[in-house]
């Protein structure tokens, strides 16, 4: 059984970083999936994608309000792909979701929560002014 865990999440003051790390497990290899995420959900919003990476070529999707800011990043052989989050603001605050997609790449908009199959339990982020 496939399973992503979320972990880095806390309580930071604006302009602080933190780096969350999703673990997964229970799948063949590394190779795996062919897409993994970070999205988040803000208090009474909708889950939007913050970063996202296919895991077998070098193309990324960040959203405008973290670009600059945020930086995914993956290690296949420890299974992890992680979320540096620098000069953290109020909005950022959020749960912040991993997630993993096994889908033809051709299929997968890595904006589009709805192209990920694989999701873990969430990671919260609370930043304060």
């Known amino acids: 059984q496939v399973q992503l865990v979320e972990s880095g999440g806390g309580s930071v003051q604006a302009g602080g970083s933190l780096t969350l790390a999703c673990t997964t497990s229970g799948h063949t290899s590394s190779a795996y999936f062919v897409a993994m995420g970070w999205f988040r959900q803000a208090s009474g919003r909708e889950r939007e994608a913050v970063a996202a990476a296919y895991t077998d070529v070098p193309a990324t999707y960040y959203a405008n309000s973290v670009k600059g800011r945020f930086t995914i990043s993956q290690d296949n052989a420890k299974r992890t792909v992680y979320l540096q989050m620098n000069t953290l603001q109020p909005e950022d605050t959020a749960m912040y979701y991993c997630?993993?997609?096994?889908?033809?790449?051709?299929?997968?908009?890595?904006?589009?929560?709805?192209?990920?199959?694989?999701w873990g339990q969430g990671t919260q982020v609370t930043i304060s002014s």
């Open positions: 997630a993993a997609s096994d889908k033809g790449r051709l299929n997968i908009r890595l904006y589009d929560p709805s192209d990920y199959n694989y």
